[in-house]
């Protein structure tokens, strides 16, 4: 299997501008002097998806008392992003990466293997990135059903870390 580059805890996170559902350019650098967690997920509007983002969505108050914003990004069209927003009513920006060029710089879209197959595809990962722009946490091959576990885990460690 081909090696995809990996970011890890203290390298600088990959700049981006990419449309939201609105077709609205959100930038990294609109989330300087905070934190954010940028996820990538495959498919908006598929089963462990839309589990994946309900989680976030269900944790956004507590992410954010603990000074964490969240941006999803998908190879999915805005239009879809919008659906997807709508019906699971999402308050956190779902941005458009159907060139794949910004999950490919975070290595969250390379080779894996799916049903026993290698196959290309986005990699489910998820990051932590710190009021100065680096990787502060790095996870690849993140699990749906167990988003809500690590955010907790998320913040615990970034509490511990701030101590």
């Given at each position: 299997?081909?090696?995809?580059?990996?970011?890890?805890?203290?390298?600088?996170a990959?700049?981006?501008?990419?449309?939201?559902?609105?077709?609205?350019?959100?930038?990294?650098?609109?989330?300087?002097g905070?934190?954010?967690?940028?996820?990538?997920?495959?498919?908006?509007?598929t089963?462990?998806?839309?589990?994946?983002?309900?989680?976030?969505?269900?944790?956004?108050?507590?992410?954010?008392?603990?000074?964490?914003?969240?941006?999803?990004?998908?190879?999915?069209?805005?239009?879809?992003?919008?659906?997807?927003?709508?019906?699971?009513?999402l308050?956190?920006?779902?941005?458009?990466?159907?060139?794949?060029t910004?999950?490919?710089?975070?290595?969250a879209y390379?080779?894996?293997?799916?049903?026993?197959?290698?196959?290309?595809?986005?990699?489910?990962?998820?990051f932590?990135?710190?009021?100065?722009?680096?990787?502060?946490?790095?996870?690849?091959?993140?699990?749906?059903?167990?988003?809500?576990?690590?955010?907790?885990?998320?913040?615990a460690?970034?509490?511990?870390?701030?101590?």
């Amino acid at each position: 299997m081909a090696e995809t580059t990996r970011l890890a805890p203290g390298d600088q996170a990959p700049a981006f501008s990419l449309p939201d559902a609105d077709g609205k350019k959100v930038s990294l650098a609109d989330y300087k002097g905070r934190r954010v967690i940028v996820y990538f997920y495959p498919a908006a509007s598929t089963p462990g998806c839309t589990k994946q983002a309900c989680d976030f969505r269900d944790n956004l108050h507590e992410l954010g008392d603990a000074g964490l914003d969240v941006i999803g990004v998908s190879p999915d069209k805005p239009e879809k992003l919008a659906k997807f927003r709508d019906a699971e009513k999402l308050t956190f920006p779902l941005l458009s990466d159907p060139e794949r060029t910004v999950l490919t710089a975070w290595g969250a879209y390379g080779e894996k293997q799916m049903y026993g197959k290698t196959v290309q595809g986005v990699i489910r990962s998820t990051f932590v990135v710190d009021e100065k722009g680096k990787i502060a946490l790095a996870q690849y091959n993140v699990k749906a059903a167990h988003t809500a576990t690590k955010i907790k885990q998320i913040i615990a460690q970034l509490a511990t870390s701030a101590e």
